[in-house]
């Protein structure tokens, strides 16, 4: 798994281990080394290929959590194309690859999972969420995705999530 933080991480985390997961390898942002998503953007084509390599022989999954921030639009994009500057393929439909994007932030999904809807995708939640429990929430987000009234990016990592896992 390829994230930003803590908070990502432990998300994610709790919410594979609800859904059965037992090896998740992390690769965070290091604190205090500059741009969390810069780092996750560099680090994403060095982390594809890898994954490309081991799926041929092993049942892998890559998945990258970056916050969409303010006035930006597609991180898949920006994705894609730090992979063409590495000169290799972008992320194709069969790739091992599953990338969550929280609008804008990942602490509007611990708002939601946490207070219910709704929420506002362009709020900056963070203040509210100081004392917040990713893992925990992960674990109930998981095993209460299909009931939780979802916000637009978190309907759309529930869509990806069931077509690569289902």
Known sequence: M???DRRHYHLVRGFLEEKGFKRITERK???GSGSA??????????????????????????????D???????????????????????PADDDPLLVLIPA?????WLYLVEHGPPVDETTDYKPLCRAAKPGRLGRRLAADCSTINLSP??????????RLCG
């Open 29 to 31: 942002s290091p604190p």
């Open 2 to 4: 390829l994230c930003e």
């Open 153 to 162: 990016s978190l309907v759309r990592a529930r869509r990806d999530w069931r």
């Open 68 to 90: 969409r921030d303010r006035g930006k639009q597609d991180r898949v994009a920006e994705f894609a194309q730090a992979c063409v500057d590495r000169k290799m393929q972008p």
């Open 37 to 66: 998503e810069q780092f996750v953007r560099e680090q994403f084509p060095i982390e594809l290929r890898a994954h490309r390599a081991r799926a041929r022989y092993a049942n892998v999954l890559l998945i990258v959590c970056v």
């Open 104 to 108: 804008r932030n990942i602490e509007t």
